[in-house]
């Protein structure tokens, strides 16, 4: 099993009889989902992904790789949230440091100072784009794309510029779909059934991982796994119907803000991605759990202080990463000035652990309930499966609260003031 769901941190908060209650609900909404077509597309893609698109992808990440210093990434929310998240926890939050092609993420809003350190860093390099755009209307991406692409053609010309621009967007509709087959640019396609929150396996995510050097068929590989392990129609042995269940217990308690944990800074974009996946998932017509994400132990000596004495709206989601690897270990010192030689020889992720266990059993009593999620290794397949995880509990959870997660109603409505004030 490569999540699971450890329930002592939960069971004097919520008993069995309250999930035996909410169990048949959980359950017929597994069946709705799993029969319904329209955006569940993401549902079986991991058991059915098609192998020429694969191939596809790892062919053009290693032409990108081999020829491009500088690889920009230009779009916003589901449209690169789980590419950067994968890039900082599997290769590390330092990998513009460290590693070739440069990644950098544009589009993700509207500062012009950001945008120009970007084209700053472009600066005499070899430059290639992956525009990432579902509706292929959004306005903060597309902007940013006519800064690259302009960049791209008064350096390179019109067609050699063509050749380093990769799109990824729509089959069939939007403008970014017109202008690349106008302009011949290289397509990806977001399958129509995938909404873009639920898109991080499918080209969007995977095209800018395998740039970075991430094994992309052991994400699916991942995937497809959980895809079978989460299809037990059994309640009580399937996670996925379980964390849905909790959430929702949680949530009828009065217990409407969820915190994720890691313990690890790697680990902050992909809490970003459950973020936006959950809160525009589920936060609709009054509803939801509001999902904050925080790394411990830097936030224990922040955040930590209302957790434990003013959390009672509160629950905690804990990712607990069982092997760790690129440890480090306290050396033993003849002079123990820092009074740390009780620690020498033990390793930081035992520290970590220890941090850990303290802080849950500090949050348990204080009335503040852990859903402990256990991964046993930080690797690809662990990765997408995951992914695969939070994307099917969170559809089950908002279905169970009654509200449809796969819309973004409230996502419009600032989108419209802003044009008019645009004078669109
Ligand atoms: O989950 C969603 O649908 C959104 O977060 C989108 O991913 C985001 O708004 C970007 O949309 P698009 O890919 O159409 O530019």
Redesign the pocket.
């Known amino acids: 099993m490569a999540v699971s769901l450890n329930r002592r941190g939960i069971c004097d908060f919520v008993s069995d009889e309250e999930l035996t209650k909410i169990e048949p609900q959980v359950s017929l909404v597994t069946k709705q989902l799993e029969k319904q077509l329209e955006n569940t597309g993401w549902h079986n893609l991991p058991r059915d992904f098609d192998k020429d698109e694969m191939k596809e992808i790892l062919e053009a990440a290693a032409e990108v790789r081999t020829k491009a210093d500088v690889f920009v990434v230009i779009?916003?929310?589901?449209?690169?949230?789980g590419a950067k998240a994968a890039i900082e926890w599997l290769r590390s939050s330092f990998y513009n440091e460290k590693e070739t092609p440069k990644i950098y993420f544009a589009g993700t809003g509207c500062s012009p100072s950001y945008l120009n350190e970007i084209v700053n860093l472009c600066k005499d390099k070899e430059v290639y784009i992956n525009v990432?755009?579902?509706?292929?209307?959004?306005l903060?991406?597309?902007i940013a794309f006519r800064v690259f692409k302009k960049l791209l053609e008064q350096r390179y010309g019109t067609e050699e510029a063509a050749k380093r621009i990769f799109v990824t967007?729509?089959k069939a509709k939007?403008l970014?779909l017109k202008m690349a087959k106008e302009s011949h640019y290289r397509r990806f396609v977001?399958p129509e059934a995938v909404?873009?929150?639920?898109?991080v396996l499918t080209p969007?995510g995977l095209f800018p991982m395998a740039v970075a050097g991430i094994d992309i068929e052991k994400i699916i590989d991942g995937a497809k796994e959980a895809f079978f392990h989460l299809s037990k129609e059994n309640f009580w042995e399937n996670e996925s119907m379980l964390y849905a269940a909790y959430r929702n217990c949680f949530n009828r308690k009065g217990k409407r803000i969820e915190l994720l944990i890691g313990f690890d800074p790697d680990f902050r974009f992909f809490a970003e991605w459950f973020r936006?996946?959950f809160a525009?998932?589920e936060g609709k017509d009054g509803k939801g759990v509001f999902p904050v994400a925080q790394i411990y132990s830097t936030d224990l000596h922040s955040i930590g202080q209302f957790v434990q004495e003013s959390g009672s709206l509160m629950f905690e989601t804990v990712l607990d990463v069982k092997d760790i690897q690129n440890d480090m270990f306290l050396a033993e010192e003849k002079e123990d000035i820092d009074s740390l030689n009780f620690l020498a020889g033990k390793s930081l992720s035992f520290i970590n652990r220890k941090i850990f266990e303290g802080a849950v059993q500090a949050h348990i009593e204080a009335g503040v309930p852990n859903i402990i999620l256990e991964i046993p290794r930080l690797c690809e397949h662990e990765y997408g499966y995951l992914t695969y995880f939070f994307e099917k509990a969170c559809a089950l959870s908002a279905l169970t609260l009654g509200v449809n997660p796969f819309d973004?109603p409230g996502?419009e409505a600032y989108k419209s003031k802003m044009f008019n004030l645009l004078g669109k």
């Not at 990432?132 to 959004?138: A, E, Q």
């Not at 909404?195 to 898109?199: D, L, M």
């Open positions: 779009g916003v929310g589901g449209s690169y949230l990432i755009s579902k509706s292929g209307t959004t903060e991406p597309a967007t729509d939007g970014l977001v909404g873009g929150r639920y898109s969007v936006q996946l525009e998932s973004q996502v």
